[in-house]
């Protein structure tokens, strides 16, 4: 999520895992110790933080799944002899009142967020409580009528060493708007995810980042990531197709009309689990680089997915800066792929903007003489901006995107630029 500068070039997607040893501070590190005492100096009680209510007709249900994936060993814990992922399935519900609305993060996730995450080297602990935040999702709300067909599928992927909470707002949208959107956590490269019987996995990509110390090693590293992701994918969707959903959902999903979206890494995913399975018929990728370079400008070490393209519809969304001539795998995919695509560049726009930190964010800003984030701090993570028009233009283009490819809908939005929406720039 976190953008990183090595040698003048900015980068951004799986690349910045391999520089997350140098932009982290360790637990217990004398920077990490400072930080804290200057939070704890700064504010008595951390800030609580709001996201956006979803604007689409619908109210909001969300249920938890457990997938253990037997025939496939943990590709991070050697002694794990299965995989196991945690996701979170939202839908249309029909009625809300008394059921209460989703933590954004679990208890474990929280703690874990707060002692080690893409924001660690930004955000000081004891500055935020991210525990306390709310989704605009109701527990095990009743699901909302359908047609036989059920509502289409989205599945989302964080960005990388990410968890699957950080993109709740679009997520909530979107299900708002009549998708069941599946969101997924990638066990040991988010900072926790925490199982029913409460068990938190921890991330091991502070490990795995110190262990990539050749160039060589970073690109392993890279391919590994973007596999285990392409893997989870693909195994999430077999479930969701062998009756892994609560009895109340089942028949409510159209396995048929499936798409994919993601921020940075999770982008990317997106695209590469497209190109490797034809049951995903459309993707968005938010800012993600997709090639296995530490350096968004260098074309070396593509993708099969650059290398290849797309015979499908595929939206890219950049921050500033970030377009299919600046961004060396966007530039290969675009070239090759014969599917419909479109590049957007939202102006004002960080890598992070892109995720709930666009929301989360400028809330830590220091106001009325409180200690807090500078304003050069937020701007580096979420860019100038408005979060309120950022989140409006992710959610009007990524629902148009999905309404034009999945439900045949095509209210224009994505075809030039709109007065509505003159913070999307589109690219040629």
């Known amino acids: 999520m976190t953008t990183f500068t090595r040698r003048g070039c900015v980068m951004t997607g799986l690349a ?13 590190s004398t920077t990490d110790t400072a930080n804290t005492a ?64 989703a933590p954004q993060m679990l208890p474990g996730e929280a703690a874990a967020f707060e002692d080690w995450s893409n924001f660690s080297a930004d955000i000081p602990k004891g500055l935020a409580d991210w525990g306390a935040t709310l989704a605009h999702a109701h527990l095990d709300a009743p699901v909302a009528r359908h047609s036989g067909r059920g509502f289409p ?8 060493a990410d968890p699957r909470s950080l993109g709740s707002t679009l997520a909530d949208e979107l299900a708002s708007r009549g998708y069941a959107v599946v969101s997924v956590d990638h066990t040991y490269e988010a900072p926790g995810v925490q199982f029913p019987d409460g068990r ?15 160039p060589a090693q970073v690109t392993e590293l890279l391919k590994k990531l973007t596999a285990v992701r392409v893997a989870d994918t693909r195994f999430v969707l077999d479930e969701l197709g062998r009756s892994a959903l609560p009895r ?13 979206f993601g921020q940075s890494g999770g ?20 800012d993600g680089v997709m090639g296995y370079t530490q350096r968004d400008d260098d074309p070396a070490h593509p993708s099969t997915v650059g290398t290849d393209g797309l015979d499908r519809p595929l939206l890219l969304m950049g921050k500033e800066g970030d377009d299919h001539h600046t961004v060396a795998s966007w530039k290969a995919v675009w070239e090759h792929s014969s599917g419909w695509h479109r590049d957007l560049t939202l102006t004002g726009a960080a890598h992070a903007s892109f995720t709930d930190a666009q929301s989360l964010v400028p809330q830590l800003a220091g106001q009325d003489g409180e200690g807090g984030l500078s304003r050069k701090t937020v701007e580096k993570l979420v860019g100038t901006v408005a979060p309120d028009r950022s989140v409006a233009v992710q959610r009007a283009c990524v629902t148009a995107f999905f309404d034009r490819w999945l439900r045949g809908r095509d209210g224009k939005l994505l075809d030039g630029p709109s007065a509505r929406y003159p913070e999307i720039r589109f690219v040629r």
């Open 16 to 28: 910045a895992v391999a520089a997350l040893t140098l932009a982290s501070p360790a637990p217990g």
């Open 38 to 101: 200057k939070a704890a100096a700064r504010r008595a009680v951390p800030v609580r933080m709001t996201l956006p209510a979803p604007t689409g007709p619908y109210q909001v249900g969300v249920t938890s799944l457990h997938l253990v994936d037997r025939a496939r060993r943990d590709p991070w814990v050697a002694a794990r002899p299965y995989r196991e992922l945690m996701v979170s399935v939202r839908y249309p519900a029909r009625a809300a009142g008394g059921y209460a609305r």
């Open 153 to 160: 599928v989205l599945i989302y992927s964080p960005g990388a």
């Open 200 to 214: 938190v996995a921890r991330t091991r990509m502070p490990e795995e980042a110190g262990k990539a110390k050749t």
């Open 248 to 260: 109340s959902l089942r028949g409510a999903l159209d396995l048929r009309a499936v798409g994919m």
């Open 267 to 286: 982008g990317f995913t997106a695209a590469q689990a497209m190109h490797d399975d034809r049951r995903i018929k459309a993707a968005v990728n938010m």
